[in-house]
């Protein structure tokens, strides 16, 4: 059951990062209902950092991406090139982010795999809120590195538990990784306003 739901996951994920690079809102939709599915196997997995994370891709990415008229727009993404308040706030984000889920994953829930599922999760979140709410071109580095640690989370996930839904979850982030690579690739992330910025 756990391995249908997860292939039913990753086709509304895919989805949702197509409509992302594409700068559509109803991404916030698709994004959401793959969230609630990955929120389940996660939690039954013993990733608990990526239940959580799933749950703030609702708050600070689907939502947003539904109700932020700015970002479904023309309007060119913003950059952190020249920018100080994005170079001071991202790094700040991550290591409140980052203390707050390992000590959630080591001292409330003593999870199996806190190091790479409070990474992977860090990455999750701080991504999400500099793709919907500051709009960074910068965002899908961000969405690079979060993915591969997802792939070396669940890896190690199905080594020590061989359960095939962390087998799924696997191969899914790595699609997901080439697939999100695509963004580099599309004018309306990557190209150079910053001397309108």
Do not use: H
């Amino acid at each position: 059951m756990y391995s249908i739901l997860s292939l039913v996951g990753a086709v509304f994920g895919f989805l949702s990062v197509v409509l992302i690079v594409n700068r559509n809102s109803s991404a916030g939709y698709v994004g959401i209902v793959s969230a609630i599915i990955y929120m389940f196997i996660s939690w039954r997995l013993g990733n608990y950092s990526d239940t959580v994370l799933n749950i703030l891709f609702i708050v600070f990415l689907n939502l947003p991406l539904i109700f932020n008229r700015k970002y479904s727009s023309d309007r060119e993404p913003n950059s952190i090139k020249n920018r100080l308040f994005y170079k001071v706030v991202l790094p700040f984000e991550f290591v409140v982010i980052y203390i707050s889920l390992f000590w959630l994953e080591t001292v409330v829930l003593n999870a199996p795999r806190p190091i790479f599922s409070v990474l992977a999760a860090t990455l999750g979140i701080v991504a999400s809120i500099s793709t919907s709410i500051y709009v960074l071109k910068e965002s899908f580095f961000i969405w690079g590195a979060q993915n591969i640690f997802q792939v070396i989370l669940f890896s190690i996930t199905y080594y020590q538990t061989r359960d095939s839904t962390a087998l799924i979850m696997t191969v899914t982030y790595i699609l997901y990784t080439i697939n999100a690579s695509t963004a580099f690739f599309n004018g309306k992330w990557f190209v150079d306003n910053s001397k309108v910025l």
